[in-house]
Every structure is written in C-alpha cells, then in structure tokens.
C-alpha cells in the first residue's frame, strides 16, 4: 500500500482557452489532514473533481489511494467519500432518503454512524430536499459522507452554510476521524477551522500550488514585523534580511526575514532599543498574502 | 402595482428569444398553406370530391377539427392548420409564463426580484402580461399575413383572434398551475400533458364522428374548437370570442388568488414530510433513476391507453362516415378497396401521431440525464462505486423502453372496439405488427438524443428539433408535394408503413442498427467525457 494517499504531479487541466489547473503538484501522505487552500476559482474544486475521476487530466498523473482516478473510479469510490462545495438535493426525496442513497450506492454505511451523526448535527431526515436550507442541505452530504467507513474523505468547503455550533460538530468529528488514520483532504477558506484541523496545508493559485508545509513551517517563510524605540537606525540598516523601515513619531518599525531574526535582535539590543514588540506573521496575513491576486508573485516571498 | 415595469423589463429580457422563435414559426405556416390551396383543390367538380372526401375522412377530422366552408382558401386554410397551430399558440403560452414564473422562482431568482421594491403579485402579473402580449402579437401577425394572402379582412381578423384568444386562455392554464406545484415540470405536465394533450383528445374524440346534436352540443365544450367555431372565412361568429376572454379572466383572477395564498418558493400545498430512511429499493442508480421517473412513466401510461382507446372508438364510425357520401364510396370501391382501406388510412394515421407522442416520453426520460448533471446529482452519483455506464443505462433503458412498450400496446388496443365489431382479433394482430414496425424510428430519435448526451450535451435540445421536424414534414409540409426523399427524411419516414405497404426487412433492420449504434457511441462519449458540476 502506497503511502501517499494522494499523488498529483504536474496535473494540467483547460476548459476551453481557460487554464484551470496549471503543472499542479501535491501529495498527501495517508492518515494526514491536509488544508487545501486559495481564493475563488484557483481551482480548488477542479484539482477533487479530477481525483473524483470527474474531470479527465489534460496531462500529469494524478494516484489516489494507489490508483488511477479515472479508470478505477468505481472501485476506488467504495474506499472514499465525497462532499460537494455546492449541495443541491434531489427535491422530492427526503434528507433521509438521500443520505441512505448516496450510502448505498458507496457500498454501504453504517447504520449507528449515520444515526449519531443525525443526532449530533441535529437533522430532521423526513423533510423533503427542497425545503431544506442551505446549511441543512450541507448537513445532509456531510452525514452521507461520514456516515460510512472509509479511508479518504474529499471535502469541498463543507462547512459552508453551518452555523458555528455545526461547524464544532464537524471539527470534533474530524478529530476523532483523524485519530482513526482517515486521510483528509480539506478545501476550506475558514482560517480557525484550518488551524484547528490541519497538520499540513497547501495553498493554491491559479492552477498551482504556491506553498505547502506545515503552518509552522509556513509562517517561518514569512517575515516577522517588529517595532521599537531607537535613535540610531544606521545599525539597523546596514543588517540583510530588514525590509520597509520607517519611523514616524519617533517609532521604528519594520520587517525582518525569519533566518535575519538572530542578528536583528543583537543589533536592537546593541542599539538600545526599548519598548520592542515582534508579531509573526498572523495566518489571515499569510493567506491574505496569497489570496490577493493583484500583488505580482515575486513581491510575496 | 409595484415594480410591474422592473419585473416585465425583466421578463421580457429574459423570454424574448424564446416568444420570438414561437411566433415567427407559427406565423408563417397559415400563409404558405395558402398559397398551396389551388393545387390541392383543382376547379370544378373534382375539386368538390376531394373537399367533400377530406372533410368528410373521421381522421382528417381527428386531427384537424371541424370544417365549415372549404370552398374559398381562407376557410380551407383554418380547417386544415388553423386548429393545430390554435393548439400549439396554447403550448407556447403555457410554456412561457411557467419558464418566467415558476422556472425562476424554483432558481430563488424571484426572490431576488421580490427584495426589491417589487409588490408580492408583480412576477406573476408580469409574466402573464408578457404572454398575453406574444399571443397578441401573434394574432396580428397571423392576422396580417392573412389580409395579404387571401381576400377577406373579416377572415384574417377572426383567425388572429382565434389564435390569439386560445393561446390567452392557455396564459391562464399555465399561471394557474404554476402557483399550485413548486416545480416547474410538474407545473408543465399538468399544462400541457394532461390539459392540452387531454383536450386536443377530447376535441378529437367530439370532431371525428359524422356530427350529431349531443356532439355539436359538446364541441362549445372544447376550448381548442373555440377558434374554428368562430367560423373565420366562413360568415364569422364573432360572439364566440367571449368564451375564451371569459375564460382567460377566470383563469387569471384565480392564478393571482393562488398566489395570494402561498408562500414564496412553495406550493399550494405545505411541503409533506417523507420517511428517515430509504426503502430497500431506493437503491444505487436503478433504484434512484425509478424513483426520479416513476411517476412520469405511470402518467405516460395513463395517458396513452386512454388516447389509444378513445382513438380507436372512431375507427368504428368510419363505416357510418361515408354512407352518406356516395360518391366517395364509389371511387374508393373504383380503387379495389371498400371501407377498410379508409380504415387502415386511419389507424396508420394514428400510429404515426401516436409514435411521435410516445417519442416525446423518451426524449423527456432521457433529459434527465442531462437534469441531473447540471443540478449537481450526477457528480455525487459518480463519486460513489457507480460505473458511468450503469449510471447512464439506468436512465437510457427506461427511456428506450417506455415509448417502445407504449408504442406497441397503442397497436394493440387502437383496434380493440374494431375488432369487437367485426368478431374477430385479426384486426388486432395487424395493427400491433403495424406498430412494432415503426419502433426503430424511436431508437433512431433516442439513440440521436444519447449521442447528443455522450458528446455534446448542451445540444440536447437538438433533439427537439428532430422531433419538430417530423411534426412539420408529416402534418404541414405534406401539403407542397415535396420531393419523396425529403418526406421520408424523418425518423418514420423510410420505415414501411404497414398493412398498406408491403414488410421491407431492410429499412427496419438498418434503421433500427442506425439507432442502436447512436446508443452506443453516445454511451461511449459519456464514459470519456467531463461530467459538470453545479
């Protein structure tokens, strides 16, 4: 058995003259919880719905639990479970119904599963599809996917629409998920809920993964913003690694790269400087930083 | 009221295409049947056979309706298009103001609409102003295209308002049930299934028969008669026009009555709830695709045994049709035939209409396929351990299947009360091998339609097309003696028609493999292709 759950290398997929996934590249190793993250239309959806088989590659290889999405899509779906960003029930089926439709045609779920987790996500199952709310209809996929064992779970912003209560239940089913050594790949835009869940990230943009690491390892490729009071600022200048220094007020602030940090504390400590603050990078700015498309590539590392 | 104007502006961006292809096709048909009414009706007295011999033909009447005065192109123009276009006036109307009521109120657009400043009734007041507007302005079209065609304004003025008037009441039909059913589709079944198709059937059932007082009686009864019953061309009654205006206003006083009753979004009945979990049988793919059709394909049932055997109630009237026709008799007994070639004539008039009816059942079926892709099933579907071929057979099979089954049972019950009469089943045996014969013409339009489904599925409606087109060759174009090969370009055009033409294997087998190999190509696309999502 593969160790890799998932294995996309250089994964190329075009809708007309549209380029939706551009050489993507990712893995996530089986057992891990992996925060698939990037804005709108960077082709979050595209890159599951290939490894769903849905959508045929253009070129690259993508393996999912040792084989080819496209041609074992049957088989490998019996061992994985899906839940779309956008849920759209069939309207004159119950929530029931359609939970033990979608269970049975994976291959089975397990009753008492399914029966908690109707009691903990708190759904009635008799109401018709089309008089379920946008969150209910969530709930429904949620507990469709969940309900059976499998070793992969594909989840497309499925939280999109619960409330934050809902949105606890799903974490601290996630958790007791993960220490059953189920691999997960999370499409998310929910920061909290990322950090809370996931060992490992990648953040996509325009078809290609632009980082992947740990969040840990993420912030450290980031720079931390410091502030003091100093008279002398030639010390400070003169250091490699110190970016956007400026004062105002008789405040120093700017921004140092991760590996600049030891001497960068030296030299304040040379200088004098009191009333230092450092703030690493926060994970909003982290993401912010890839998510805003305006900024060219080059200006964010 | 409110937000009128922004609601119809709205409306109107949205629908014209589709009123504008409705009316320009329909229009044009009434002058260029008359321009042919010179060659189908020579002068003089062979000319007065051949009136004398269509109008009084029960299947003529069947289908067209009743005749008044044939003798000038006006007349003959009405009786022999006038009522089909009524009706399908009627089917524009309803399909329109469902597609911009309730088709955009399931979407949630309404409720777009409606947060604005937009009063409660405006979408429904707008979407039926639109679709009193393009009967209107059908009527004068039709109406005008008559005056330059045919001498008589007071002709052309009586059909565009027949035209107009009939497709008013079915604005009215179609609002009705667009507030009683929170979907679309059953709003449009209702409306043109079992309300349209049932009285096109009814209006059948009272025209064909040689006419006796109960039956005029229950022809003011007929809505889609309404127009013809106005006598255009043949000294017009025009009082009879307050029947559908009368009738118009007490659909839509009660469709804006409904719609004070309900809420947004739903019916006029509370939602029901259903069961926590699934019977054994709502289960993988074929037990989710006969959950999905189930109740079309009890409907289609339905409806189709009750057509087939009002229908072949009238092919027992043909005797008592031309007794008092001496002069038909007598050429037909010239022809070596008697009654039973009129008969004949009739149940393969029938069978044809009934195979492009059935047809339409299959494509509906199928157009699931396409339905649930774009609403986002089949890609939950197809992330579990479904096969795209289980997936799609699991729609295609019922699809192939329905209008295939309905079709032969049609031969096997049009000819039930003929064959009571005559005391002997042999009449039944011929007309259900009539009907068998014509199925491959199914599987042609149907393996067209998977073709569409495996390749290029945005062009699905391309099979409606198909399907229109052998509507057109068969009941208008017929009329311009066109060449042979592009009468029989139809799906039913090559098969032999049965008893009158002899059996020919060929042309059933190659259009039935034609079909099948469709089928297969098309199944192929879908297991290659992209499936979409929401």
């Known amino acids: 058995m593969s160790t890799n759950a998932i294995e996309i290398s250089g994964l190329v997929k075009r809708f007309g003259s549209t380029v939706a996934l551009d050489g993507l590249t990712m893995n996530v190793p089986t057992g891990q919880v992996h925060g698939f993250l990037g804005p709108n239309g960077a082709g979050k959806s595209t890159t599951i719905r290939v490894l769903l088989g849905l959508l045929r590659a253009d070129s690259g290889t993508a393996k999912l639990l040792g084989g080819d999405p496209w041609r074992d899509a049957a088989n490998l779906h019996r061992r994985l479970a899906y839940v779309p960003g956008d849920v759209n029930l069939w309207p004159n089926l119950t929530g029931g119904e359609a939970i033990d439709v979608i269970g049975r045609a994976r291959g089975g779920l397990d009753k008492a599963k399914r029966a908690m987790l109707i009691e903990r996500f708190d759904l009635d199952p008799k109401k018709k599809g089309r008089a379920y709310s946008k969150g209910n209809r969530q709930k429904v996929a949620l507990i469709a996917a969940l309900a059976s064992d499998v070793e992969l779970l594909l989840l497309d912003e499925p939280t999109s629409g619960l409330d934050p209560l809902m949105e606890k239940v799903f974490g601290d089913i996630i958790v007791s998920e993960r220490k059953e050594n189920t691999t997960v790949l999370l499409s998310s835009h929910i920061l909290s809920e990322v950090e809370r869940l996931c060992d490992h990230v990648s953040i996509i943009r325009e078809g290609t993964v632009v980082e992947t690491g740990t969040l840990d390892q993420l912030r450290h490729l980031h720079r931390t913003r410091l502030s003091a009071t100093l008279s002398d600022l030639s010390i400070l200048s003169r250091l490699s690694g110190v970016h956007d220094l400026v004062t105002e007020n008789g405040r120093t602030t700017f921004e140092a790269d991760d590996d600049a940090m030891p001497p960068v504390l030296a030299a304040l400590a040379r200088a004098g400087a009191t009333g230092v603050t450092a703030t690493p990078p926060s994970l909003e700015e982290l993401f912010l930083s890839h998510y805003d498309t305006r900024v060219p590539e080059k200006a964010l590392a | ?534």
């Open chain 2, 1 to 534: 009221m409110t937000g009128f104007g922004a609601a119809f502006r709205l409306a109107y961006r949205r629908s014209r295409m589709f009123y504008l292809w409705w009316v320009l096709s329909l229009s044009v048909i009434l002058p260029m049947t008359v321009t042919k009414y010179h060659d189908l009706v020579p002068e003089g007295q062979s000319g007065q056979l051949v009136l004398a011999q269509l109008s009084g033909n029960p299947t003529m009447r069947a289908m067209l309706g009743p005749a008044f005065d044939l003798s000038n192109p006006g007349g003959f123009t009405f009786w022999r298009v006038g009522t089909f276009i009524a009706a399908a006036v009627g089917m524009m109307a309803a399909l329109g103001v469902i597609r911009a009521t309730r088709a955009e109120e399931e979407e949630g657009r309404v409720e777009l609409v409606r947060a604005g400043a937009v009063s409660a009734a405006a979408p429904l007041a707008a979407g039926i102003a639109l679709g009193l507007l393009a009967c209107l302005v059908l009527g004068l079209a039709s109406g005008a295209m008559m005056i330059a065609a045919t001498p008589g304004v007071a002709g052309a003025a009586a059909t565009g308002l027949g035209l107009a008037l009939t497709g008013a009441v079915f604005v009215g039909v179609g609002a009705v049930f667009a507030q009683v059913f929170p979907s679309a589709r059953t709003a449009r079944v209702w409306s043109l299934g079992i309300v349209l198709g049932g009285l096109y059937l009814a209006r059948a059932m009272v025209d064909a028969p040689v006419s006796t007082p109960t039956l005029d009686a229950w022809r003011w009864a007929m809505p889609l008669d309404w127009a013809a019953l106005a006598r255009p061309y043949a000294s017009e009654r025009w009082w009879v026009f307050l029947l559908p205006l009368g009738l118009t206003a007490i659909l839509v006083a009660l469709a804006f009555w409904l719609e004070s009753l309900r809420d947004v979004g739903a019916g006029l009945r509370a939602a029901s709830s259903g069961v926590a979990t699934a019977s054994p049988s709502l289960s993988g793919a074929v037990g989710l695709s006969w959950r999905l059709v189930r109740v079309s394909v009890i409907g289609w049932t339905i409806g189709i045994v009750i057509s087939a055997i009002g229908m072949g109630a009238l092919s027992t009237t043909v005797d008592s049709a031309f007794t008092d026709q001496p002069q038909i008799l007598d050429m037909l007994r010239k022809l070596g035939g008697g009654t039973d070639v009129i008969r004949n004539a009739f149940f393969q008039a029938m069978l044809g209409i009934m195979a492009t009816i059935v047809t339409i059942a299959g494509i509906m079926l199928l157009s699931r396929l396409r339905s649930e892709e774009t609403d986002g099933h089949s890609e939950v579907m197809l992330s579990t351990a479904t096969t795209r071929w289980r997936y799609a057979l699991s729609l295609l099979v019922p699809a192939v299947l329905l209008p295939v089954v309905l079709l032969v049972a049609t031969g096997a019950l049009l000819p039930v009360l003929q064959s009571q009469q005559d005391g002997s089943p042999t009449v039944i045996g011929t007309v259900t091998k009539a009907a068998l014969v014509l199925t491959p013409g199914i599987v042609l339009v149907l393996g067209f339609a998977m073709l569409l489904l495996g390749w290029r599925p945005r062009w699905y409606g391309l099979v409606w097309v198909v399907l229109g087109w052998s509507i057109l060759v068969s009941w208008i174009l017929a009329l311009w003696n066109p060449p042979d090969w592009l009468l029989k370009l139809q799906p039913w055009g090559y098969l032999p028609h049965l008893p009158s033409d002899p059996m020919r294997w060929g042309a059933f087998s190659i259009e039935l493999a034609l079909g099948l190999g469709m089928v297969a190509v098309g199944l192929l696309g879908y297991r290659r292709r992209d499936i979409a999502g929401r």
